[in-house]
T-cell receptor, first 118, second 111 residues
């Protein structure tokens, strides 16, 4: 079945540093990937839609200069949290859609990356 | 009003019980409905995917959609301790591929 991986699974960093999280679709090509953030005991909140070869589309309230997204290939999207602060500590999850943009194909989720900013 | 409402629970049942999980949504434009299972500190795993009113069954799981009432349900038969997890409903209009999630219901199945 469709497998999505994320790296790293856990990262601890100091305030002010930048952190890059990778999302890979292992056995399919994904023209569209999504990035979510999940706080403890809360649901997934969509941050942005990442489209291969074009700029990401950010949800309202998400700072695009703080959360940099690069979807350079059909199997890899990266999320960089720039100048991270303790309030950015969260569980970041990506998902990949095997279909074309706007398709109803199901999203497959990665295992998540737990970011802790000290 | 949230686009998707889901009772967060927690819900605790004995092993073997039938579990009913529910979500309501507000926008009739939503046409595709999914249920995901999420274990602690893991990514969500797709359980069921439906797009029409009615029932869809897969093993011990049955997804039910009532578009007229904007109400979706997931039933788990013969619940097992391994079913203990958070269950998230998700909906989409299908136009953008974007999913809107419910808050998630935490289920505990006691042996």
């Amino acid at each position: 079945g469709a497998v999505v991986s994320q790296h790293p699974s856990r990262v601890i960093c100091k305030s002010g540093t930048s952190v890059k999280i990778e999302c890979r679709s292992l056995d399919f090509q994904a023209t569209t990937m999504f990035w979510y953030r999940q706080f403890p005991k809360q649901s997934l909140m969509l941050m942005a839609t990442s489209n291969e070869g074009s700029k990401a589309t950010y949800e309202q309230g998400v700072e695009k200069d703080k959360f940099l997204i690069n979807h350079a290939s059909l199997t890899l999207s990266t999320l960089t949290v720039t100048s991270a602060h303790p309030e950015d500590s969260s569980f970041y999850i990506c998902s990949a859609n095997p279909g074309t943009s706007g398709s109803t194909d199901t999203q497959y989720f990665g295992p998540g990356t737990r970011l802790t900013v000290l | 009003q949230k686009e998707v409402e889901q009772d967060p629970g927690p819900l605790s049942v004995p092993e073997g019980a039938i579990v009913s999980l529910n979500c309501t949504y507000s926008n009739s434009a939503f046409q595709y409905f999914m249920w995901y299972r999420q274990y602690s500190r893991k990514g969500p795993e797709l359980l069921m995917y439906t797009y029409s009113s009615g029932n869809k069954e897969d093993g011990r799981f049955t997804a039910q959609v009532d578009k007229s009432s904007k109400y979706i349900s997931l039933f788990i038969r013969d619940s097992q301790p391994s079913d203990s997890a958070t269950y998230l409903c998700a909906i989409t209009s299908g136009n953008t591929g974007k999913l809107i999630f419910g808050q998630g219901t935490t289920l505990q199945v006691k042996p």
